[in-house]
């Protein structure tokens, strides 16, 4: 059996970290398009072979036997278990972010109305205001929308202004996409942000677009280390599909909020599936109020939590509420308008968001690699 799995291929897969190859194992349809980039068939043809001479043999039962096969991802896992016992690469496959398309079908959602007031000085005064606790909050009579609630903010003139969905998703594609967050933290270059969006503490870094100022430049967020062209195909797929996931999840649920997106989209001639956007991801990150200076209309973002986090409110002053975030949860808001994150106490846990936006860089970044392809 071993003759399938080719010397090439598992060295490949050994060499990814534990994290990617989970991701990976877990996604049945990649792991067979890898297979097909390394000349490994779909089917493992000596298994049928031997299942139609085993048949013929006893001749009974010849029409369902002749029929049956082995997939090749069957026949790997076959595989491991017998030739990689005790192995990390087996732990992997064992262990692996399990993802089937029922685990990314929409479902009904009842989002109640949530009004709110727009307060200019609220606003004003917490630009690069630090919320260190909830109490700063209830001073300033700002209101809490609580971990159960899954609203729809909306103005006095009943203009939509964010919104947030509490258990977004299936704990599958919770943990899938919770995975995918932390590797892309972990391989990518972490963001320096200017003193307007000073953060007491955390990591953020991006995928996609963005002009980089390097010794080689790039039209995208470098990665941290060289990668062969395989391992960075499985890079750029992991970071792409979650900007792609939030970018459908907003466009089903929350339609306003990609309007914006493919506007830009649509004035640029860009493809259909074209990423527009990055994706930002944080570990544990806090910020101060700021605004941002993004081509989009709204920002979508994700929380995944691994362990118990507390505190760690998203303040939204100008219209006097903020959200109570929490692992599994979607949320959108108007980067222009103050925002920010308040401290958070990850003594048991860590918090994780990927938020989709279209900054003003990586417009630029996009319009550019245009220009320069034409």
């Given at each position: 059996?071993?003759?399938?799995?080719?010397?090439?291929?598992?060295?490949?897969?050994?060499?990814?970290?534990?994290?990617?190859?989970?991701?990976?194992?877990?996604?049945?349809?990649?792991?067979?398009?890898?297979?097909?980039?390394?000349?490994?068939?779909?089917?493992?043809?000596?298994?049928?072979?031997?299942?139609?001479?085993?048949?013929?043999?006893?001749?009974?039962?010849?029409?369902?036997?002749?029929?049956?096969?082995?997939?090749?991802?069957?026949?790997?896992?076959?595989?491991?278990?017998?030739?990689?016992?005790?192995?990390?690469?087996?732990?992997s496959y064992e262990n692996k972010y399990k993802l089937a398309p029922a685990d990314l079908a929409f479902k009904n959602r009842n989002l109640k109305d949530f009004r709110v007031f727009y307060n200019e000085q609220l606003e004003n005064d917490y630009v690069k205001k630090?919320?260190?606790?909830?109490?700063?909050?209830?001073?300033?009579?700002?209101?809490?929308?609580?971990?159960?609630?899954?609203?729809?903010?909306?103005?006095?003139?009943?203009?939509?202004?964010?919104?947030?969905?509490?258990?977004?998703?299936?704990?599958?594609?919770?943990?899938?996409?919770?995975?995918?967050?932390?590797?892309?933290?972990?391989?990518?270059?972490?963001?320096?942000?200017?003193?307007?969006?000073?953060?007491?503490?955390?990591?953020?870094?991006?995928?996609?677009?963005?002009?980089?100022?390097?010794?080689?430049?790039?039209?995208?967020?470098?990665?941290?280390?060289?990668?062969?062209?395989?391992?960075?195909?499985?890079?750029?797929?992991?970071?792409?599909?979650?900007?792609?996931?939030?970018?459908?999840?907003?466009?089903?649920?929350?339609?306003?909020?990609?309007?914006?997106?493919?506007?830009?989209?649509?004035?640029?001639?860009?493809?259909?599936?074209?990423?527009?956007?990055?994706?930002?991801?944080?570990?544990?990150?806090?910020?101060?109020?700021?605004?941002?200076?993004?081509?989009?209309?709204?920002?979508?973002?994700?929380?995944?939590?691994?362990?118990?986090?507390?505190?760690?409110?998203?303040?939204?002053?100008?219209?006097?509420?903020?959200?109570?975030?929490?692992?599994?949860?979607?949320?959108?808001?108007?980067?222009?308008?103050?925002?920010?994150?308040?401290?958070?106490?990850?003594?048991?846990?860590?918090?994780?968001?990927a938020v989709l936006t279209l900054s003003e860089k990586t417009a630029t970044a996009i319009e550019n690699r245009l220009k320069k392809n034409n």
């Amino acid at each position: 059996m071993s003759e399938l799995f080719t010397t090439q291929f598992l060295n490949f897969v050994e060499q990814l970290p534990n994290e990617r190859r989970r991701i990976l194992f877990g996604d049945a349809e990649r792991l067979k398009q890898l297979f097909a980039d390394y000349g490994i068939p779909p089917t493992d043809v000596r298994y049928s072979i031997f299942n139609k001479f085993f048949c013929i043999q006893l001749k009974i039962y010849i029409n369902f036997y002749f029929l049956y096969f082995k997939s090749s991802i069957r026949s790997f896992s076959s595989f491991l278990r017998k030739d990689y016992k005790g192995s990390n690469l087996l732990d992997s496959y064992e262990n692996k972010y399990k993802l089937a398309p029922a685990d990314l079908a929409f479902k009904n959602r009842n989002l109640k109305d949530f009004r709110v007031f727009y307060n200019e000085q609220l606003e004003n005064d917490y630009v690069k205001k630090l919320v260190t606790s909830k109490s700063d909050l209830d001073g300033d009579g700002i209101r809490i929308i609580g971990e159960n609630e899954s609203v729809v903010l909306k103005d006095e003139d009943d203009r939509i202004v964010g919104a947030v969905i509490r258990q977004a998703t299936s704990q599958n594609a919770t943990k899938h996409f919770g995975a995918k967050i932390k590797v892309t933290i972990e391989s990518h270059y972490p963001l320096k942000r200017g003193p307007e969006y000073a953060s007491a503490a955390g990591i953020m870094a991006g995928h996609g677009p963005r002009a980089n100022i390097t010794p080689i430049p790039t039209d995208s967020y470098s990665y941290n280390k060289h990668l062969d062209p395989h391992t960075q195909r499985i890079f750029d797929t992991d970071g792409n599909t979650l900007a792609k996931w939030l970018f459908e999840y907003g466009k089903h649920y929350l339609p306003y909020t990609t309007v914006s997106y493919e506007e830009f989209r649509d004035n640029l001639n860009l493809e259909e599936d074209d990423i527009i956007g990055a994706v930002f991801c944080t570990k544990n990150y806090e910020a101060v109020g700021h605004r941002d200076k993004d081509r989009s209309e709204w920002a979508i973002g994700f929380v995944y939590e691994d362990g118990p986090v507390n505190d760690g409110y998203f303040f939204y002053p100008g219209y006097g509420v903020a959200i109570k975030l929490t692992s599994n949860s979607i949320w959108c808001w108007l980067p222009q308008a103050v925002h920010g994150t308040s401290k958070l106490d990850t003594e048991l846990g860590n918090r994780y968001t990927a938020v989709l936006t279209l900054s003003e860089k990586t417009a630029t970044a996009i319009e550019n690699r245009l220009k320069k392809n034409n």
